[in-house]
């Protein structure tokens, strides 16, 4: 199952009350719905802002917690309304969410507000505007067809060096870059070696390095920072939903039926890793000095970071978990179907000992 697919099933899995459920209603121009059932409602991604987890899913839900995950509230004004299914933060107050209609949320005050920064529309239009200016005739075709469709293609990962420099990606090869925080934009779909328009769900950076990797076994790399990409021999030909690079440089890349992989020259070569749970990856991130992998069976695994050896975590609902985070008080706090769920540093102690 596709990380897109995920999210539609999710909420429709859910049965999220009618305020979430109308199609009725312009996504770019409703906000996001303020009620209790907000807190109930499926989350996507988590990061930290300093202290604080943001949490964002579906219905342009934005959730907010100052206690390390043990409660949540609702972020005051998100301006759509659609599924918003990653967010990163570059620091306490500047943060950036992804999601469905080719949205682009930004927020100056560690997620309590946020601003429409790009829609499928505009992305669409600075598409064709690219491929008018190196006169590419097929990409020309493909831009306007974006145009037909309208704002309908999600953006599914997303990747910011520092509080000016960004990449988004997302379904059909969506690709988009800014050099300003996010004040204006350009198509990225021209650099990146993805004639076919394969769908692009993770991004893994490490300074000058970036990797992108997506569905059939798609895999690219950058070592300038995005300015130009090549396609990587990859070990696998399915999709991959997840990728990190962990400090050492070492690159994994996840994605169906739990398949892992981990290249230690850049991904010109690859090994595989045993995971135990074969069960498709939906997030890996490292966080401190440890590694969190999140599945589609609801299963969390933790791994040291200089050898793999994953283990299971004691989340025990099975729902599928899309995202996993450290705390500041050193808790582990996973999202996905079932919302947020908290593993306090006392729990996971008895686990890993």
């Known amino acids: 199952m596709n990380k897109m697919l995920y999210g539609w099933l999710l909420a429709a899995c859910c049965g999220l009350p009618p305020a979430f459920a109308g199609s009725d209603v312009d996504v770019l121009s409703q906000p996001a719905v303020h009620g209790p059932q907000a807190l109930h409602a499926v989350l996507q991604d988590v990061a930290r802002a300093g202290t604080r987890l943001v949490s964002v899913g579906e219905r342009g839900v934005v959730l907010l917690s100052d206690d390390n995950g043990a409660t949540w509230r609702q972020a005051t004004a998100v301006p759509v309304s ?5 967010v990163q933060f570059v620091d306490e107050r500047n943060g950036w969410a992804v999601g469905h209609a080719g ?3 930004h927020s100056e005050d560690g997620g309590e507000h946020w601003a429409l920064q790009l829609d499928g529309k505009r992305a669409a239009a600075l598409e064709l505007q690219a491929g008018e200016a190196d006169g590419d005739a097929s990409r020309i075709a493909a831009a306007q067809r974006l145009q037909a469709d309208g704002a309908d293609k999600p953006l ?28 204006s934009w350009q198509s990225s779909m021209g650099l990146l070696p993805n ?4 769908h692009l769900y993770a991004l893994a950076r490490q300074g000058a390095e970036l ?7 798609l895999l690219l790399r950058s070592r300038d920072g995005g300015a130009h990409f090549v396609a990587l021999q990859g070990p696998y030909d399915g999709s991959y939903f997840a990728a ?8 994994l890349v996840g994605g169906l039926r739990g398949s892992l992989f981990a290249s230690d020259d850049g991904g010109d070569s690859f090994r595989a890793l045993a995971n135990p749970i074969p069960a498709s990856l939906n997030g890996i991130r490292v966080a401190g000095n440890q590694l969190l992998l999140a599945n589609q069976a609801g299963m969390l695994l933790r791994s040291g970071l200089d050898d793999f050896a994953a283990q299971p975590l004691p989340v025990t609902d099975g729902l ?13 706090v996973a999202v996905g179907m079932a919302g947020a769920r908290r593993l306090a540093p006392s729990s996971l102690s008895t686990t890993t000992d």
């Open 82 to 86: 659609v599924s918003l299914t990653a």
């Open 103 to 105: 949205v682009v949320l």
């Open 156 to 183: 599914l990962a997303l990747s910011f060096a520092d509080a000016r420099h960004g990449l988004v990606v997302g379904a059909y090869g969506l690709a988009l870059a800014t050099t300003d925080g996010g004040r």
């Open 195 to 198: 004639r076919r328009g394969l």
């Open 211 to 217: 990797y992108v990797a997506g569905e059939q076994g």
């Open 244 to 251: 990190s690079v962990l400090p050492s440089g070492r690159l």
């Open 320 to 332: 599928p978990l899309a995202a996993a985070t450290i705390a500041a008080d050193g808790a582990i």
